[in-house]
């Protein structure tokens, strides 16, 4: 039992000197304009979450999240010339981006383009090594859109 307490110490030691909390190591600055930004998309505020976000990258231009949510908030804003140029950038930054991935995916539906939200179910599934809420949701988002217009 004492060696499990003793291991169970160490291990968490080197935890937190890896994570840098002795007192002479700052803290990771939080970018209220994220966070902000962040807190709008949650109250479907889309104006202030396009001010903040856009705030938050001219400060940190390759952020590929920061690129997602202005692709989000545009969407959401009906402005989706622009959210697919975020979600590109988004993309471009980080080709795995799995949130990109699904909200392009969407906004292909909206205006009619099956085949590329497909491309972008197929690269969460690869991306998704098992099933993801990503995959999930814009898999829904697909069969509701096909069985929408399966009549037409």
């Not at 600055?29 to 902000?36: N, Q």
């Not at 889309?46 to 908030?73: C, H, K």
């Not at 795995?96 to 383009?113: I, P």
């Amino acid at each position: 039992m004492r060696i499990v307490l003793l291991m169970l110490a160490l291990a968490f030691s080197l935890t937190t000197l890896a994570a840098g909390s002795d007192s002479s190591t700052p803290a990771v600055a939080r970018d209220p304009d994220f966070d902000g930004g962040k807190q709008a998309i949650e109250a479907k505020n889309w104006t202030l979450a396009l001010e903040m976000f856009g705030r938050a990258s001219v400060r940190d231009p390759n952020n590929a999240d920061i690129q997602n949510y202005l692709g989000y908030a545009n969407r959401k804003s009906g402005n989706l010339d622009a959210a697919f140029a975020n979600y590109a950038t988004a993309l471009r930054l980080d080709p795995r981006h799995k949130a990109a991935h699904e909200y392009v995916g969407e906004a292909y539906l909206m205006v009619n383009n099956l085949a590329k939200a497909e491309e972008h179910l197929a690269a969460l599934d690869k991306i998704c090594f098992w099933s993801c809420e990503e995959f999930r949701d814009l898999k829904r988002e697909i069969d509701e859109y096909k069985s929408k217009h399966a009549n037409k």
